[in-house]
């Protein structure tokens, strides 16, 4: 069975990041073989795993001679033809990052099937693919380099076997890729903030409208139970799986280039809760909001 692909989104700053790889740790954790893709174009899923600057994978884009290699477009070349569909089946296993997952309190989970599990002796199989974004001023996907990036989301997403979750980027431009219809869940990270409530609701339509199924939400930063309250009545038909709250120790991990999974542990017990219901309502292929 081909293995689950989860997009995770939201608008900036609401620490999207932070949750792709705590999820990505927690299911590595339970035995699932995950490939973690950064495909924002402030690529910092790598500072989410703990892992050194120096380090840190270069992302895909920022490979000129690699791009022109596998598109046929000379490097930096503008107005010139270039393939639509480049080879890239082979650049995942090239390029990622094998990551040492952060030790974690033990939470119990349910006995979990509905995607591949590795084999005890490759447990923790956790790897970081970088693939950034296209980021300068009128570059679209009509390029080289759009063309290249798509292609690889395209691959990752409806022919890799594995857990694939995706750090996409803060905003709604990533919904009229073709490759998202592969996914099986997006998951929103939503703060207590009407733009942030706004942004998950504008990109939880466009989703549905994509045709996918499961359109669920993470309430993060909630200081107190008024504020849960209030983005589950604004939230529109989207399963809030689970809410995190506000930690102060979270966000000195993230300012130290520290794995969160080491951070707090009542925030990694409330995350852990999380996936258990998104793994529970994408194997059941419902969506309804998951009580609080």
């Not at 974690?104 to 005890?120: A, G, I, K």
């Not at 529109?236 to 709250?245: I, N, R, S």
Request: charged share 20%.
């Amino acid at each position: 069975m081909q293995g689950l692909k989860i997009a995770i989104g939201g608008k900036g700053g609401v620490g999207k990041t932070t949750v792709c790889a705590g999820l990505a740790q927690l299911f590595a954790k339970s035995g699932f073989d995950v490939l973690a893709i950064d495909a924002d174009p402030n690529a910092n899923l790598a500072s989410a795993f703990g892992i050194p600057a120096e380090t840190s994978p270069v992302p895909l884009i920022k490979m000129k001679e690699l791009i022109a290699e596998r598109t046929g477009a000379s490097k930096d070349a503008v107005g010139v033809y270039f393939r639509l569909n480049p080879k890239v089946n082979d650049l995942p296993q090239q390029h990622w990052l094998d990551v040492a997952c952060s030790e974690r309190p033990v939470v119990s989970e349910p006995v979990l099937s509905v995607v591949e599990r590795v084999e005890p002796s490759r447990r923790d199989g956790l790897k970081l693919l970088v693939l950034g974004a296209i980021t300068q001023a009128g570059a679209g996907c009509a390029c080289p380099e759009g063309a290249f990036l798509k292609a690889l989301l395209t691959h990752t997403i409806l022919q890799r076997r594995e857990l694939v979750l995706v750090d996409l980027a803060a905003g709604v431009e990533f919904m009229g890729r073709a490759s998202v219809q592969g996914i099986d869940a997006l998951v929103l990270v939503v703060e207590p903030g009407g733009r942030s409530i706004e942004t998950a609701n504008n990109l939880a339509k466009m989703a549905r409208e994509l045709g996918i199924k499961n359109v669920t939400a993470i309430a993060n930063k909630i200081t107190e139970r008024s504020q849960e309250d209030l983005i589950r009545s604004e939230l529109k038909d989207v399963a809030l799986l689970g809410v995190l709250p506000y930690s102060p120790s979270v966000q000195q991990a993230d300012l130290q280039r520290a794995s969160v999974m080491k951070a707090d542990a009542q925030f990694v017990e409330q995350l852990q809760k999380a996936k258990n219901a998104l793994t529970d309502l994408i194997g059941l292929g419902v969506c309804s909001e998951v009580d609080g």
